[in-house]
């Protein structure tokens, strides 16, 4: 007798169901929660339950959605395994909460399914503010996938990583693409020393780490102008020494995280992303030329780089500044990653740059990464807004007390003195808080505190309610991460 999962007395989660040799594999809900079932097929597929956990003694495995789990999942169903994305137009798709991915999944689904997606996506930072672990961001996102049946794939993006440990941590768990942040060793002062200062710190570059010497990268740039397509990147002294005194220790990390990737990852396949995003001052065409020729001698390989474009990529928020600079911005810099690569453009705080979209998708000609995560979070909050209109306001209220010293590590510009009280909105207006630009800033950069705070008997303040609330209407939550992503990804189908 083959067993099935109809069989059992519990309630099966359709979208889910899915069998391959081994089985039948689906989700299952009860009064105590969802849970995996697995219908064994025949002496190979018990063999193959092995590495899972639960009860098995009815012929069906019925078990936790726990780290083993989701890991003998992946181990089973390659879909759900993390791989390289290469070039193909894609979307990193983060979620602080980890309740996000099956309304990303419907989002992708419904633009076509031609935008490769990463949904498990967070930075070293992200985590330690949400008490994320490197695996519960895979497993979340393994969860999400399977239950919604996608078997589209998916990369996954460690995020903003600054030391080695930060790589060895998530590369243990299953990450596929790995995001370098050397913004600790950009020197943004650069860009307004003169020349004598300039001079000063080149000197004093590591150039054995460069494997250079000064006379050699004068002799590489000084005086001459390359033709990229439309452009002609040329490099007098102050060009060049202001482009290795900003980016030549960056360019020395990133080379020794990547050798040190290769290395760890062994024969596992692995892609890099290089971002500089996150520095005061805007990449400039030359720069990136810089960047990108330096980093090919030093051997190094990636599939993206993120450049610090003009104007502003606040969080949360559509685009700051003049579009008609922004579209000159992006073209020389796609210019760029077509000559050296071909290489995505990466788009970090790509969360709601609605105006953006259309432009790098076609400047681009669909070499793009798309890169979002807050937006997530804002989208539970619209969700919680509607739910329970009173834990929406004291979010809010708690978010407005945290603003000022939460806003310090994020690119924001929101006033508080423009966003109003939460005393003062009226319970059915209390949404329309997430179109207001300074609110929506406010309770953008505010997500870790509002976690983390505890009332005075040591039980958390928001946290528990909030994820009980999205818990418990999932539909609710996923159709407003549908409705809000299809915005995000429509602009990128069918850019080549
Ligand atoms: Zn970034």
């Not at 990303?104 to 031609?114: D, P, S």
């Not at 050397?182 to 150039?207: M, Y």
């Not at 937006?375 to 909050?381: C, D, G, I, K």
């Amino acid at each position: 007798m083959t067993a099935n999962l109809n069989q059992l007395n519990l309630e099966l989660v359709e979208a889910s169901q899915v069998r391959d040799g081994a089985g039948e594999f689906a989700l299952v809900k009860d009064a105590n929660g969802t849970r995996l079932a697995i219908a064994p097929t025949g002496d190979a597929g018990r063999a193959a339950l092995s590495g899972f956990e639960g009860d098995a003694s009815s012929g069906v495995l019925v078990g936790p959605l726990s780290p083993r789990n989701a890991a003998a999942l992946r181990g089973r169903l390659e879909w759900l395994r993390p791989r390289p994305l290469g070039t193909s137009t894609s979307a990193g798709l983060g979620d602080r909460l980890g309740l996000a991915t099956p309304g990303h999944v419907r989002a992708v689904r419904a633009v076509g399914g031609t935008i490769a997606p990463i949904f498990p996506q967070q930075s070293i930072r992200e985590m330690a503010r949400t008490q994320r672990t490197p695996i519960e961001v895979m497993d979340d996102a393994t969860w999400g996938m399977f239950a919604e049946g996608w078997q589209g794939g998916t990369g996954a993006d460690a995020d903003h990583l600054k030391t080695t440990d930060d790589i060895d941590a998530t590369l243990l768990v299953g990450f596929s693409m790995f995001t370098i942040d050397p913004s600790a060793h950009v020197d943004s002062g650069a860009d307004t020393d003169d020349l004598a200062t300039l001079r000063a710190k080149v000197a004093a570059l590591p150039w054995a780490e460069l494997e250079d010497s000064e006379a050699s990268l004068r002799q590489r740039y000084l005086g001459k102008a390359f033709a990229v397509e439309h452009l002609s990147v040329s490099f007098d002294e102050a060009v060049v020494l202001r482009a290795a005194a900003k980016y030549g220790k960056a360019v020395s990390h990133v080379a020794k995280m990547s050798r040190h990737l290769l290395k760890a990852a062994g024969s596992r396949p692995v892609e890099l992303e290089v971002s500089v995003d996150e520095t005061d001052t805007p990449t400039t065409p030359a720069e990136h030329y810089w960047i990108a020729s330096e980093l090919r001698r030093l051997g190094v390989a990636w599939v993206s780089l993120a450049p610090r474009f003009v104007g502003r990529f606040e969080k949360g928020v559509d685009y700051i500044g003049d579009l008609k600079e922004l579209e000159t911005d992006v073209a020389a810099h796609a210019a760029i990653a077509r000559h050296f690569g071909p290489y995505k453009l990466s788009l970090h705080s790509g969360s709601d740059k609605f105006s953006v979209y259309p432009i790098a998708a076609r400047l681009a000609r669909g070499l793009v990464h798309l890169k979002t995560a807050g937006t997530s979070y804002l989208e539970a909050l619209r969700t919680i807004a509607a739910l329970d209109a009173a834990l929406f306001r004291s979010i809010y209220a708690f978010a407005r007390e945290r603003y000022d010293t939460d806003k310090a590590t994020y690119h924001v510009s929101a006033e508080l003195g423009r966003a109003p009280e939460a005393k003062d909105v009226p319970e059915a207006a209390l949404p329309d808080l997430l179109e207001h630009f300074h609110a929506r800033e406010i309770l953008h950069v505010t997500f870790g505190s509002v976690l983390k705070q505890t009332n005075p008997d040591g039980s958390l303040r928001f946290k528990d309610e909030l994820f009980g609330l999205l818990r418990g209407n999932p539909e609710a939550y996923a159709t407003n991460l549908e409705r809000h992503f299809i915005k995000h990804l429509k602009p990128f189908v069918g850019g080549r």
